[in-house]
């Protein structure tokens, strides 16, 4: 099979470009250390969330020093918490989210962020993310989930140690009574 | 009842009855009615302009290569752009 | 060559029975084009907010509409009437028994009244049948039965078509052993290979889950698992609405620009590799999904950046194709060339720009197809900002291009007008461009896609060049163009059918390639083999994550349902099937 | 060569997305081209053509 000399280059080229892509994606994964979101959070039966120990009351928990575990429950057209109340975490901690739905696929998204996930009935998306500076974000649902996708939105609010501090302590009392 | 009348054809007019007697495939002379109105509204009449026949063995496709790698360049600079300004400049990241 | 021994007839005059499927099928194509393009009107103007003419629960209506419309109706109908002309064409044959093409017909467009019935049931209050559930239809999201039934029936009525090429190809084959496929009836041959294969997955999602489920049979789905059937046959189909647009961009953009394609060989192997590696790479429309580990995404990334090469290797046989047509026409230099192009032709006119747009959008789903640089624009309006590059562009400007030229072949009469042929063909480039650019900057600022009212309470979208406003103007005008392009389209091809017969309507004279087949390899024409290499990439790349989905994610059915004893004795067996599969290749190879 | 109709209005297509890509490039040197610059550039652009098609075009005598 007769091929022309430029095409052969050019299939060269397609290659190296190729092979350059999946390297920087490799390096993206490996070297910088940016994770996919995979089966690690595991499955969750959808229609006894309210009674699961975790999403029957969703919210922030320090699991450390500086990091905490936020669990989120997607639901036709609201975030819990998100929507009502905002997610609320301090500077400088590392996060772990874990999203679910409780009735149709759904999309979870920090506004202008990487943070961005499906939330599959039946499924948990576990993802961790770094927030350095205080400030406020937008959280919208990416993925249709009926008439009233348009108004499934949010915030994540960004606090200070010390204010997060004494809402957190606040959020711990109210639970306990 | 076509209603194409601009006179754009007559570029390409001359040159394939020209060239109708020499190395053009026989069809597109032939093929044209005395009756036809001008070939104008006709779609693919790309080879009444055929005004020499390239060979498979006199044909480097330079221009070609010259646009393909062009394009490379941009695919490339833009992918890079993309990824570690666009990517990776964002302040939060999933890292586990 | 169809014309060797003097003038040629017309296809219509050559095939008329076939002529007349043929129209039918464009007619359904066209009608859909024409609704689908009117609700993407309705919703360019809605979610920019520039006019709200319908409520916002309905917008979810209407974009439903103008996915299936678009999406699945005008593209596969413009497929299945151009892949009838071909396999007639290229092997100068009419079909097997026209009876049977029109049963295949009959078939696809019942199923395609009874879905349309189903998705515009919604906008009529208290009727009770709707199908919100957009081009995806990921459960739990339900539809109406008749939904999910008349998609059924349009599938089975592709496969149907689908034989009724390969007994063509048969026919033919008994007469002319030992002769290589013909391009056209190859492609056709390769493409629909493919479709069988791809379908496999939605066919069983629907036949299986979603028609017993939204009957009532059995009270829950698992909606990871009917997604992840969705899509293994979700990224094929993205090939199907290609194929047509490439098959054209190999054996008639070569002729419209007045030049010979310029490898016959190189276009068999660009097909195979679609035929191996369209289906294997569903995954990556699931990169952000829990359950699925990032081993199989990185297994699909890898497929996927592969699947780049048939692209680019067509973008250099297509315009080396023009190229050598420009210089048969006098084109000189290194560049210059390009002005000695058939420009004034708006069938060749239509095709160069989509091909232009493709090779931008090329780059957009390079992005999307990067793994963790997804991460980036998931979901955002850069997504359809691509896939209206691809398939609103490379496909559906090909196949509009093309219709000016292929419909005289079955009408008989010339083209209505060529100069508002060339408008419309050039309207719809600047208007994709507006839209499709902003689309893809508003997906970087974070404007998520398939939404009424991208405005929010919380917070507001930022973009670092212009404004977001500027953005939307954009996407509003763009649109507004795209649909006048189409209202433009309709008219000339309708007055086109109208006009009066011609013994010349149209030059449908095709040239040899530059490089024929007789040099190549004879396996390639080995579809058996190619078809089995194709199962094996699929059964490697797709049954470890379906078993993983099933047994981790509430087996078959979801809803929490104990997982069924069965599934891990399954899971073996298909771990079983595997290592043997690959063992045999491995003594076949050796 | 002569500036058909044709050619002119493929022209004019292609000046439409470098036009708006021209942001962009701008903003990598960090100058912030408002759109009205953008529309005023491809609004001279236009008349250019259109003065060009009067001196080149199909109705002119001047041949490639």
Redesign the interface.
């Known amino acids: 099979?007769?091929?022309?000399t430029?095409?052969k280059?050019?299939?060269a080229?397609?290659?190296v470009?190729?092979v350059?892509?999946?390297g920087?994606?490799t390096y993206?994964?490996a070297g910088?250390?940016?994770?996919?979101?995979?089966?690690e959070?595991?499955?969750v039966?959808?229609?006894?969330l309210d009674d699961h120990p975790k999403f029957g009351d969703p919210g922030v928990e320090k699991t450390g020093e500086n990091s905490y575990d936020v669990y989120v429950v997607a639901r036709q057209f609201v975030f819990e918490p998100g929507t009502t109340q905002p997610i609320r975490v301090p500077e400088g901690s590392?996060v772990?989210f874990y999203?679910t739905a409780a009735?149709?696929?759904h999309?979870f998204?920090?506004?202008?962020?990487?943070?961005?996930?499906?939330a599959?009935?039946?499924?948990?998306?576990?993802?961790?993310?770094?927030?350095?500076e205080a400030g406020?974000?937008?959280?919208?649902?990416?993925?249709?989930?009926?008439?009233?996708?348009?108004?499934m939105?949010?915030?994540l609010v960004v606090m200070e140690q010390s204010e997060f501090d004494s809402w957190y302590e606040q959020q711990q009392q109210e639970g306990s009574n | 009842m076509a209603v194409d009348s601009t006179a754009e054809g007559s570029a390409a007019s001359p040159v394939s009855q020209a060239s109708s007697s020499g190395d053009v495939p026989a069809d597109a002379a032939t093929q044209r009615g005395s009756s036809e109105p001008p070939v104008d509204s006709i779609v693919g009449t790309a080879d009444d302009g055929i005004v020499r026949q390239i060979g498979h063995d006199d044909f480097d496709p330079v221009g070609t290569l010259i646009l393909v790698v062009i394009y490379m360049i941009i695919l490339l600079s833009m992918w890079v752009f993309m990824y570690f300004i666009e990517f990776l400049g964002r302040g939060l990241t999933v890292v586990g | 060559m169809a014309t060797a021994s003097g003038p040629a007839r017309t296809f219509v005059d050559r095939f008329p029975s076939e002529a007349g499927v043929i129209k039918a099928n464009l007619l359904v194509s066209f009608v859909a084009l024409g609704i689908g393009a009117f609700f993407g009107l309705v919703q360019a103007l809605h979610r920019t907010d520039i006019l709200r003419v319908i409520d916002s629960a309905d917008y979810y209506t209407m974009l439903t509409g103008h996915g299936v419309l678009l999406a699945i109706v005008f593209t596969i109908f413009f497929l299945t009437g151009f892949f009838h002309w071909a396999t007639a064409r290229s092997l100068d044959r009419p079909a097997v028994s026209t009876l049977y093409s029109w049963a295949w017909f009959g078939l696809m467009t019942t199923g395609t009244v009874l879905a349309t019935i189903a998705i515009l049931g919604g906008l009529v209050p208290n009727l009770g049948i709707s199908a919100d559930v957009l081009f995806t239809f990921y459960a739990p999201l339900q539809a109406h039965p008749i939904f999910y039934i008349g998609l059924a029936m349009f599938i089975v009525g592709t496969w149907l078509a689908g034989a009724d090429w390969f007994l063509s190809y048969r026919a033919w084959r008994s007469d002319n052993k030992g002769e290589r496929i013909p391009l056209q009836m190859f492609m056709v041959l390769t493409t629909m290979i493919m479709w069988y294969l791809a379908t496999l997955g939605v066919a069983v999602s629907v036949v299986f889950f979603l028609i017993p489920w939204s009957l009532g049979l059995i009270p829950s789905v698992n909606p990871l698992l009917t997604r992840t059937l969705f899509w293994y046959f979700g990224h094929p189909i993205v090939y199907f609405w290609l194929m047509p647009a490439y098959m054209m961009w190999y054996t008639i953009l070569p002729k419209l620009s007045g030049g010979r394609l310029f490898s016959d060989p190189l276009a068999r192997v660009v097909f195979l590799l679609f035929l191996l590696l369209s289906t294997p790479v569903g995954i990556h429309h699931q990169y952000l999904d829990p359950g699925i580990a990032e081993g199989f995404k990185f297994i699909a990334m890898t497929n996927t950046m592969f699947l780049l090469l048939p692209s680019l290797l067509t973008a250099f046989t297509a315009v080396a194709s023009m190229e050598h047509g420009a210089r048969q026409r006098g084109g000189e230099g290194y560049l210059r060339w390009l002005g000695a192009l058939p420009w004034r032709d708006p069938a060749f006119t239509g095709m160069a720009l989509a091909g232009i747009l493709f090779a931008a959008g090329g780059f957009s789903g390079m992005i999307n197809a990067g793994m963790n640089i997804n991460y980036l624009i998931h979901n955002t309006l850069w997504v359809p900002g691509h896939f209206h590059l691809t398939v609103g562009t490379a496909v559906a400007l090909t196949m509009m291009a093309g219709s000016y030229w292929l419909v005289p072949q079955l009408t008989g009469t010339k083209l209505y007008s060529r100069p508002i042929g060339l408008l419309q063909v050039i309207m719809w480039f600047v208007g994709m461009v507006f839209m499709s650019n902003a689309m893809h900057r508003a997906g970087l600022a974070g404007i998520p896609r398939r939404t009424a009212e991208p405005q929010y309470q919380n917070f507001e979208f930022l973009t670092p060049i212009g404004s977001i406003f500027e953005l939307r103007v954009q996407i509003a005008l763009g649109g507004t163009l795209l649909f006048l392009s189409v209202v433009l389209f309709l008219f000339n091809i309708l007055l086109t059918s109208l006009g009066e017969e011609s013994d010349r309507p149209v030059d449908e004279y095709l040239p040899e390639p530059l490089s024929g087949p007789e040099g190549s390899p004879r396996v390639l024409d080995n579809l058996g083999l190619w078809t089995g290499i194709a199962v094996v990439l699929v059964i490697l790349a797709y049954t470890l994550p379906l078993a993983g989905i099933i047994q981790n994610g509430g087996g078959l059915f979801g809803g929490g349902l104990p997982i069924p004893a069965t599934v891990s004795a399954g899971l073996d067996f298909v771990t079983t099937l595997v290592t043997t599969t690959v063992n045999t290749l491995l003594e076949v190879a050796a | 060569m002569k500036l058909t109709k044709a050619r002119a209005l493929v022209i004019i297509a292609f000046s439409v997305p470098i036009a708006i890509e021209l942001r962009t490039v701008a903003g990598f040197f960090n100058i912030d081209l408002p759109l009205i610059a953008i529309a005023v550039i491809e609004f001279l652009f236009l008349a250019l053509m259109f003065v060009l098609y009067g001196l080149y075009g199909e109705g002119s005598e001047s041949a490639s």
């Open positions: 099979m007769e091929i022309h430029y095409e280059l050019w299939l080229l397609a290659l470009l190729i350059g892509f999946i920087t994606i993206g994964a910088v250390g940016i994770e996919m979101i995979d089966d959070g595991g499955t039966d959808p229609a006894t590392t772990t999203v009735d149709v696929i999309g998204n920090v506004v202008g962020t990487n943070a961005n996930t499906m599959i009935p039946g499924q948990v998306a576990k993802f961790t993310v770094e927030f350095d406020e974000y937008g959280l919208v649902c990416n993925e249709y989930c009926g008439s009233g996708h348009h108004v939105e949010g915030k």
